[in-house]
């Protein structure tokens, strides 16, 4: 997914005079590297100097958002995500990525909103489905959780995860049926939390 975020970042700095634009440049390809280095907080510090040099690529943003939220440094994310959004409004990334900043700091309100807005721009995105699920769960609205979980997997059969988090909402509707049946799709899928919950709820 970042890969992509590169690739849009050289075409965006074209515009900029050729000595910005290799410094720029520079630095965020460093970024990436410390990135992959398992160097965030030097990653930060080199989106940083990027951003200094030329505000003005969401991306940057972003991808700075990402690290920051890594490190638990959630307000200093969602800051970066609102500056991604404020340059790229159909930013559904930065949508989603705000969502769960927003999420980790009990804003369940502000996170539903982002996340909704994220399916006005992609409604095919299941990431987002999953995360709004997740906020569902947590406020106790497990149909709406259970819909979004539904929508997940309808479009990535695969997503083992949401087979298991839509387990979890069934079993607190009392539908044991259903959360046995989820449950072993998950784990069919390798998620091993699974196997626990079938031999909890499942009788095996």
């Known amino acids: 997914m970042r890969q992509r975020y590169i690739l849009f970042f050289f075409a965006l700095i074209s515009i900029l005079p050729s000595n910005a634009q290799s410094t720029a440049k520079d630095y965020?390809?460093?970024?990436?590297?410390?990135?992959?280095?398992?160097?965030?907080?030097?990653?930060?510090?080199?989106?940083?100097?990027?951003?200094?040099?030329?505000?003005?690529?969401?991306?940057?943003?972003?991808?700075?958002?990402?690290?920051?939220?890594?490190?638990?440094?959630?307000?200093?994310?969602?800051?970066?995500?609102?500056?991604?959004?404020?340059?790229?409004?159909?930013?559904?990334?930065?949508?989603?990525?705000?969502?769960n900043a927003k999420s980790k700091l009990k804003d369940f309100k502000g996170a539903l909103k982002d996340y909704t807005k994220a399916l006005e721009l992609d409604a095919k995105n299941p990431h987002v489905y999953y995360n709004r699920g997740n906020v569902y769960f947590d406020l106790k609205k497990y149909n709406e959780a259970v819909k979004d979980f539904s929508k997940t997997v309808a479009i990535n059969p695969e997503y083992a995860r949401a087979f298991f988090n839509r387990a979890n909402c069934k079993i607190m509707l009392k539908d044991k049926s259903g959360a046995c049946s989820d449950y072993r799709k998950a784990e069919k899928l390798g998620y091993q939390k699974a196997t626990a919950e079938i031999k909890k709820h499942c009788g095996k």
């Open 28 to 99: 965020f390809m460093s970024a990436i590297q410390r990135e992959k280095d398992g160097d965030k907080p030097g990653a930060i510090l080199d989106y940083t100097k990027s951003i200094n040099l030329d505000a003005t690529h969401y991306q940057t943003f972003n991808n700075r958002g990402i690290l920051k939220n890594d490190l638990q440094d959630y307000k200093g994310a969602l800051e970066d995500y609102s500056k991604a959004i404020a340059l790229n409004p159909s930013f559904v990334d930065a949508y989603n990525n705000r969502g």
